[in-house]
């Protein structure tokens, strides 16, 4: 079975209710493992956990940006023009707040992304951005 990208989850029918932003957090064979030392891989999960939906991914195939974090928009930031955003190399627990601060804020086309998380956006293979 195909791995699924993350833009595909905010169109599963879950609910009547618009889709919140979202957070897709890999968590396979690279990010969160202790192939990416000095990270408590379980403290940042559970930092985003509660902030918004959350959900752990397979391997995002990218892997030397381990650890990889997507930030979805929500279903209204969509419809104007907003698009996920990919973050890597999240192995900084000051990084992994300013991201659960953004996300509690709206995230993607709501609110604007910190500054600092520039260091940390990547395009995906594939992808433009
Ligand atoms: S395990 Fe996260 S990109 Fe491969």
Redesign the pocket.
């Known amino acids: 079975m195909p791995r699924q990208r993350p833009e595909a989850v905010g169109t599963e029918p879950t609910s009547t209710a618009p889709a919140p932003c979202r957070v897709v957090v890999?968590?396979?064979?690279?990010?969160g493992t202790p192939k990416v030392t000095g990270v408590d891989h379980d403290r940042q999960l559970a930092r985003l956990t509660g902030e918004v939906p959350v959900r752990v991914s397979d391997?995002?195939?990218?892997?030397e940006?381990?650890?990889?974090i997507v930030v979805q928009p929500s279903a209204a930031a969509r419809a104007t023009g907003a698009r996920p955003v990919w973050l890597g190399l999240v192995n900084d627990p000051d990084a992994t707040e300013d991201i659960a601060r953004w996300v509690q804020a709206g995230g993607p086309g709501v609110a604007p992304c910190p500054d600092i998380l520039d260091l940390y956006v990547f395009t995906p293979p594939g992808r433009s951005r």
Not at 59 to 63: A, E, K, T
């Open positions: 890999c968590r396979d064979c690279c990010c391997c995002l195939d990218v892997c940006h381990a650890n990889v």
